[in-house]
Nanobody, 119 residues
Framework: VQLQASGGGLVQAGESLRLSCAASGVIFRLNAIGWYRQAPGKQRELVALITSGGSTTYADSVKGRFAISRGNDRNTVNLQMNSLKAEDTAVYYC??????????????WGQGTLVTVSS
C-alpha cells in the first residue's frame, strides 16, 4: 500500500490551498484516511480525518477553515484549507487506516508535503 500526497506550497495568510492523497495497492478496506501535521519543534498532530462511513474529525484549530472530503475514487481524500494562518505552517502527512485482504488493519503514512503560510 502506498499513499501519494500532492498539493502544498507557499501562500500568504488568508489564502487557500488544497491537499490531496491517494491510496493505492492491495486494499481490502480503507477504514479512515486523513491528515496530520508537524510544525518545527512540535509533535505531530491530527488535522482532520474521514472514516469509511463519512464521519469527520477536525482539530479545534482548523474547525471552520478546513474541510476534508473523499474523492470520486473512494481511496482518495482532499483537504481544502481556507483562511490559512502562519500557525498552519507545517509538514502535512497523509495517514490511512487500512485493512489488507489478510490480517489486521494498520496505519500507513504518506510522504510529507510542506505547507508554508507567510504572514
Amino acid at each position: 500500500v502506498q499513499l501519494q500526497a500532492s498539493g502544498g506550497g507557499l501562500v500568504q495568510a488568508g489564502e487557500s490551498l488544497r491537499l490531496s492523497c491517494a491510496a493505492s495497492g492491495v486494499i481490502f478496506r480503507l477504514n479512515a484516511i486523513g491528515w496530520y501535521r508537524q510544525a518545527p519543534g512540535k509533535q505531530r498532530e491530527l488535522v482532520a480525518l474521514i472514516t469509511s462511513g463519512g464521519s469527520t474529525t477536525y482539530a479545534d484549530s482548523v474547525k471552520g477553515r478546513f474541510a476534508i472530503s473523499r474523492g470520486n475514487d473512494r481511496n482518495t481524500v482532499n483537504l481544502q484549507m481556507n483562511s490559512l494562518k502562519a500557525e498552519d505552517t507545517a509538514v502535512y502527512y497523509c495517514n490511512a487506516d487500512i485493512t489488507p485482504p489478510m490480517g489486521s488493519s494498520r496505519p500507513y503514512w504518506g510522504q510529507g508535503t510542506l505547507v508554508t503560510v507567510s504572514s
